[in-house]
Antibody
Framework: EVQLVESGGGLVRPGGSLRLSCAAS????????MNWVRQAPGKGLDWVSS????????FYADSVKGRFTISRDNAKKSLYLEMNSLRAEDTAIYYC??????????????WGLGTLVTVSS | DIQMTQSPSSLSASVGDRVTLNCRSS??????LNWYQQKPGKAPRLLIY???RLQSGVPSRFSGGESGTDFTLTISSLQPEDFATYYC?????????FGLGTKLEIK
């Protein structure tokens, strides 16, 4: 059974930092691109960042570029998101999601349960 | 960035109804369009990828369609478990953008 389990969320003051982790199991983690997608309270889904299987390709949403860093450790089957200079608007549930590919089409096939990040003084 | 516009933002329907949800992209994205279902307090669940391909394990009452930059998600006969929020998402290019969602409610 595929499992993605996020951790590391919590309450942090504006300007602070936090590191999220996502532990994967039940699939060949090292072959998948992995992503972070967030959802502010009562709002829609917002893609944050993507990292390719070998970390060779990394992308960020403009809203987090320069503040967030995505990384992965294939040996540990883990995905990370280092978040710095946090703002109130970063408050959200952060989901870890795998990006599957079939015949050139990409889609988020597995999602974790999410971890809540609250940025507030 | 590619903008995704969903309509309506909410929809009331009854069990057994046939409903169609709409999604429009701001530019051509081919068939690079996915649909997700999300229930309160839960993670999103993939329903349809590549505009019309049903994800494994998803009931056949769900179907996807496309016409140019317009996409549809149709539920042929609503079941109680289908009341949720539905999001479309383009995978044509990063940033992978989502629509704001359609909330499907019980009438």
């Amino acid at each position: 059974e595929v499992q993605l389990v996020e951790s590391g969320g919590g309450l942090v003051r504006p300007g602070g930092s936090l590191r999220l982790s996502c532990a994967a199991s039940g699939f060949d983690f090292s072959y998948y691109s992995m992503n972070w997608v967030r959802q502010a309270p009562g709002k829609g889904l917002d893609w944050v960042s993507s990292i390719s299987s070998s970390s060779g390709y990394i992308f960020y949403a403009d809203s987090v570029k320069g503040r967030f860093t995505i990384s992965r450790d294939n040996a540990k089957k883990s995905l990370y998101l280092e978040m710095n200079s946090l703002r109130a608007e970063d408050t959200a549930i952060y989901y870890c999601a795998s990006l599957a590919s079939r015949q050139g089409h990409y889609y988020f096939d597995y999602w974790g349960l999410g971890t809540l990040v609250t940025v507030s003084s | 960035d590619i903008q995704m516009t969903q309509s309506p933002s909410s929809l009331s329907a009854s069990v057994g109804d046939r409903v169609t949800l709409n999604c429009r992209s701001s530019q051509s994205i081919g068939s690079y369009l996915n649909w997700y279902q999300q229930k309160p307090g839960k993670a999103p669940r993939l329903l349809i990828y590549a505009a019309s391909r049903l994800q494994s394990g998803v009931p056949s009452r769900f179907s996807g369609g496309e016409s140019g930059t317009d996409f549809t998600l149709t539920i042929s006969s609503l079941q109680p478990e289908d009341f949720a929020t539905y999001y479309c998402q383009q995978s044509y290019s990063t940033p992978y953008t989502f629509g704001l969602g359609t909330k499907l409610e019980i009438k």
